[in-house]
């Protein structure tokens, strides 16, 4: 399916496979009829491609991109574990996208880019650092350690009781083979403002509610992209972040831009909360950041 007879972007519903588990995606194509490089769009915690990411693929598809949105295995429309949500697997399913878009007669497989946003972000570094595939990333609030992410979140006794907790479950995996099942915002504990747009959120795509095992919050302790973005050179990544982020500091990105060689870049907007960067004039500007670096790299 291509563009319509205007030249105007098309989306159309896709599906692949990733380890076994049928995806479910939507691709954005368009309105050039050329072969044209494409971007496989990662999205957040818990995220599905129905929320934010549709604003983002039709800007790129606008700007000339083929743009992948799918859900991770197990969350949204696609097949695979629910309460589970492990980096690496997904790391798996984004570098599965890729392949995917790669197969596709307008798409060029040799220029591939990633867009991460929030958890997404740190999944497209740390995917951009193992696959030689990706020419170009953009990290959008990402995060660089999944350990000091979550201890950011939490007071000193707080994370001291969680880490208890942890070991428990450890434990009765172990003995019993299951894991606790808790809320999504046990594991990332929100500050009041993120609290309230994902509230919001559940409302408008109840889809979006999930539940995690304790061994998801183990597996993204574990979790470390920054450890791997110096493998990314001399291929390019680019990292945004929310100056006044309290959900995921901006000191995450700053931490994995100063890892990571040239070809990089960072940039910092002050006086932007964690969820701004996605509407508005900000987003404007994020959207324009992201085609000119694009337009640079691929």
Not at 110 to 137: P, T, W
Not at 230 to 249: K, M, N, T, W, Y
């Amino acid at each position: 399916m291509g563009p319509d007879a205007r030249g105007n972007p098309l989306e159309k519903p896709v599906e692949f496979f990733s380890d076994g588990y049928k995806l479910k995606g939507i691709l954005e194509l368009p309105g050039s009829g050329d072969r044209v490089p494409g971007i496989v769009l990662c999205a957040g915690y818990g995220g599905i491609k129905e929320r934010i990411l549709p604003d983002i693929s039709a800007r790129l598809a606008q700007a000339g991109y083929a743009a992948l949105r799918f859900d991770y295995r197990g969350f949204g429309e696609s097949e695979g574990p629910k309460d589970r949500l492990f980096p690496l697997e997904q790391v798996e399913d984004i570098r599965n996208g890729l392949t995917f878009l790669s197969g596709q007669e307008v798409v060029d497989g040799s220029r591939l880019g990633l867009f991460g946003i929030s958890f997404g972000g740190g999944n497209a570094a740390y995917a951009a650092g193992v696959d030689g595939r990706v020419r170009s990333a953009l990290s959008l609030v990402g995060f660089g350690n999944g350990e000091r992410w979550l201890r950011s979140l939490r007071r000193q006794w707080e994370w001291r009781e969680f880490l208890k907790r942890l070991e428990r479950d450890r434990v009765r995996r172990v003995v019993e083979g299951t894991s606790e099942v808790v809320d999504r915002l046990e594991i990332m504990v929100p500050d009041p403002l993120s609290e309230k747009v994902l509230a919001e959120a559940v409302r408008a795509f109840p889809k979006a509610y999930f539940r995690l095992s304790l061994a998801s919050a183990e597996k993204i302790i574990e979790f470390r992209p920054e450890d791997v973005v110096d493998r990314i050179s001399p291929r390019a990544i680019v990292f945004i972040h929310a100056g006044e982020d309290d959900l995921v500091p901006a000191d995450e990105s700053r931490v994995m831009y100063e890892r990571a060689k040239e070809p990089k870049r960072l940039v910092v907007l002050p006086g932007v909360t964690h969820y701004g960067v996605y509407t508005g004039e900000v987003f404007d500007r994020v959207m324009d950041l992201a085609t000119r670096w694009y337009a640079e790299h691929l």
